[in-house]
Every structure is written in structure tokens, then in C-alpha cells.
């Protein structure tokens, strides 16, 4: 091997002990005054060890084949005169210390990407917390300052959210401390199913959790921390076979011009703390110099549509109940996504997804009324529940949309059930006050791809069902990845 790439490669090798090294002194350093827990201290002491083991090895061994190489250079230039077969052996043994020495470093080289491995591990760990899989306090300060040093740039911007779980002391010494972990985990679901791929969702400490939005204005900001407490008020936690209901306070507030990590972070708890004065479960945001209270919406627009219609009630643990039928609500199925697309990174099954919108339902009920509606309602969740078999997942997932989940199916098979579904439901005829109301759907769907989180997934099958409703409805939409395609395109294009 040229001398040139021993050289590489030792330098590589010293440059990973430095970089571990710097790693680990650095995150003790941003724990100063805070106990580091022993196995973490050790694990990263033993991979140091291994790393400054592995460095003197290949030292001695570019050693020991340097001074070969030396004295067999040596016996070449001395046998310039002399017979052919000394050189064709001085030769031969160059080429066996260099054959050695490509495997010494060949191997060396096997053991650094496995200690390098151990690394990134570590430092993922440090930066994580166990119970909910959150990003730590250490990861959210790193993640701060990374922005605010951006926020110096024209045109950027960010905000923070943070939120405490009500009354979780008294809900701990209440139901006890499992019950209180359980709590934690579900708003660490919750908050994962809410966060988009550029956001940071963190366990800020004990009961209180934060996000870190990029590119988010704190008006928007404030938007997104209504739907999740609305989203946490509405989930229906269960413990030991009792009811629970779980709110949380938030305070919201935005990277200001040479601000530090923490007087931004004072502000948004000067915010959360408005909230819980307020009588918690509610949303306020600082401005720079005061904090507000989110307005609230008005009624009509805040609340579904659905949900005035006397057929429709909260079922438990992130179901809903239409007519009869028990599907999950909006938050569980998005969590169920999440799982489901974590199980195929892992080699499971790939997931699709159909989004269900009756048509012109605000209409079918101002022309014949509540009961009207939600006797549409109460017959396509009833479409719905036979057409899915026990593996998928059915969600009323908002107003007059349906949500499917489709786990391990083909995406003809995905299809052949839609369009089945939509021609049912298109021959259906209800009666009501005398005549029949005939009503059809439009759909949306998508497969995952590499690319999608469970939100991304959700907006691809969305956008085919915007499509699909924009074209006149009693139609279906498939997104490819790059744009939304009818069902005969995308069973053309799979012939192909």
C-alpha cells in the first residue's frame, strides 16, 4: 500500500480519538453541575480506550513495515551488479511486507468504523430520552443555538413551544407513578405525530415538553400549539380501566433579533405560565414585550362540522363512535401511521393511505338537515367498515372525511378496494322525509415512500383528495411522489 494512504489513514484514525474525544468532553461540559449518569461515563471511556488502542496498533505496525521496506530497499541498491535472483527476491519480499501491511490496515480499518459506530451511538443516546424517545434538554439547548446563530440572516426565523401537563404532580401521587409515565409517553407520540421533519420535539424536563419550529413565525406557531392542546383535551387516556382526561398549558414565543437561548426561553415560559394563571389548558404568546392570549376562533369555524350532529360521540382511548361504528379519531390514527411507518424502515410491511371526503356534505345537510347528515355519516362508516379488512385501520378523521390506513397491500389491491367503495356508495340511495337522498365520495390516496414521515404521507394524500374534490367529485386520486395521478394512470403505468 502507498505510503501516502498509510498516512491517510492514520491521520483519519487520530482524527476520529480527537473527535470522540472533543464529543465527550464536550457534552460533559454542557452537563456541568448535573450528575452524568456512571454507564454513560464508562461506555465512553472504554470506546476512547479501544480508539487509542487501535491508533498505537497501527503505529507500530506502519512502523514495523516502514523498516522493512527500508532494508529491503537497502539490499535492492546494494545488489545493482550482482545476479538476477536477488532482486527478483528483494522484489518479492516488498511485495508480501506491502501484502501484510494492506491487511493489517484493511482490518484496522474494519475496527474503526465498528468504534465510529459506537460513537454516533453514544451521542444519539446523549442526546435522547428514554422514556419517550423525545430529544433530551441537551439536544433542545445545541438545537437553539444553532438557530439563533442562523436567526442572524436575513429572512430567517423560528419559534418555541412550550408545554406543561396539568396537574401532573396530583396525577401522579393519585395513580401512581406508572400511570404518570404512561401520560409522558402519550405526549411524546402526540408530539411526534405533530411534528414536521424540520421541527425539534423535545422532553424539556419532568412533565414539560417543548418544539423547536424552524421557519415558523410565532402567529403560526401559536396555531400549531392550539391544535395539539386540543389534541391532547381530546385524546382519551385510559389507566387501570378508569377514564382520564389530560390537558396541558403552553407558552409560545419567537426568535428575536441578538436574543440568547435563554431569554427567548424565558419568554415562552413567561407565556406558559399566563396559561396556567389562566386556568391551564389554554395558549398565550409573547410578543417581545408582553404576553397575549390567543385569540380564540369563532365557534362555527373552530369546531367540526360533525361534531353538532347528535350521531356522533367520544368513544375511549382515541376512538370515536359514528352511528354504531368505532373507528379511531384523528390523533390515534396519525400515531398508528407513525408506527406503522417505523415498522417498515425496519422491514415490515409498506403502508397506504386513502383519504375518504363525502361530497358536498355542508350542502346535503343545509338542504335536508342534521338528521340527513348524519344519517350520510352513519352510512359511509358503515361502507367503510366492511370494505377494510381486520388488519386496516378506519378514522373519521375530520368534518366529512374518512382516513384509511392500509397496511402491506399492493397498491392495485389498494385501488380495487377504493373504486369498489366509491361505486357502492355512489349507488346507495337514503331515504329521508319522504324521498331519497343519493350522495357519492371523492378519494385520495398514496403509498409511502422513503421520504415520508406520517404528516408527509397525510399532505400527499391530501393533495389527491383536494384534486380529486376540485374535478366534480365521485372520483379517485393517487399520488405517485411528484404529482397526482387518476387510477387508470397509475394501473398503466404499474403494467408497464
Known sequence: ???????????????????????????????????????????????????????????????????????????????????????????????????????????????????????????AAARTDALTGLANRRAFDEEMQKLLQRHEQPGETFSVVIFDVDHFKRF?????????????????????????????????????????????????AARRAERIRQEIADYGFQYDGQALRVTASFGVAEGLDGETVSRLVDRADAALYASKGAGRNCVHWHDGAAVQPLAPEREAAARPLETTLDDRKEGSKGKTVVGQITMSNRTEFCILLARRLAEWRRGGAMPSVVMVRIDHFPAIVDRYGQRAGSLVLKATAQFLNAAIRDMDIVAHYEQQTFAILFPGTWLANVIGI???????????????????????????????????????????????????????????????????????????????
Open 1 to 123: 500500500m502507498p505510503i501516502i494512504a498509510v498516512d491517510l489513514l492514520f491521520g483519519f484514525l487520530v482524527l476520529a480519538i480527537g473527535c470522540a474525544l472533543g464529543w465527550w468532553l464536550r457534552h460533559r461540559s454542557l452537563d456541568r453541575g448535573r450528575a452524568e449518569p456512571p454507564d454513560e461515563v464508562q461506555q465512553a471511556r472504554k470506546v476512547l480506550g479501544r480508539l487509542h488502542e487501535l491508533a498505537t496498533r497501527v503505529a507500530s505496525d506502519v512502523g514495523a513495515h516502514t523498516h522493512r521496506v527500508e532494508a529491503i530497499n537497502e539490499r535492492l541498491h546494494d545488489s545493482s551488479g550482482t545476479r538476477p535472483e536477488m532482486v527478483v527476491e528483494a522484489v518479492a519480499q516488498l511485495i508480501e511486507s506491502n501484502s501484510r501491511m494492506q491487511g493489517q490496515l484493511g482490518s484496522a480499518q474494519e475496527r474503526l468504523k465498528e468504534q465510529a459506530m459506537l460513537v454516533e451511538q453514544h451521542a
Open 172 to 220: 401522579n401521587d393519585t395513580y401512581g407513578h406508572q400511570a404518570g409515565d404512561d401520560v409522558l409517553r402519550l405526549m411524546g407520540e402526540l408530539l411526534r405525530a405533530a411534528a414536521r421533519p424540520t421541527d425539534v420535539a423535545v422532553r424539556y424536563g419532568g412533565e414539560e415538553f417543548a418544539m423547536i419550529l424552524p421557519h415558523t413565525s410565532v402567529a403560526e
Open 418 to 496: 377504493v373504486e369498489r367503495l366509491r361505486e357502492a356508495i355512489g349507488r346507495c340511495h337514503l331515504p329521508t322525509d319522504g324521498s331519497e337522498l343519493k350522495f357519492t365520495v371523492s378519494l385520495g390516496g398514496a403509498k409511502a415512500m422513503e421520504s415520508d414521515d406520517a404528516r408527509r404521507l397525510l399532505e400527499r394524500a391530501q393533495e389527491s383528495l383536494d384534486i380529486a374534490t376540485e374535478a366534480g367529485g365521485n372520483c379517485a386520486m393517487f399520488h405517485n411522489g411528484a404529482w397526482s395521478e387518476t387510477v387508470s394512470a397509475v394501473l398503466e403505468r404499474a403494467a408497464e
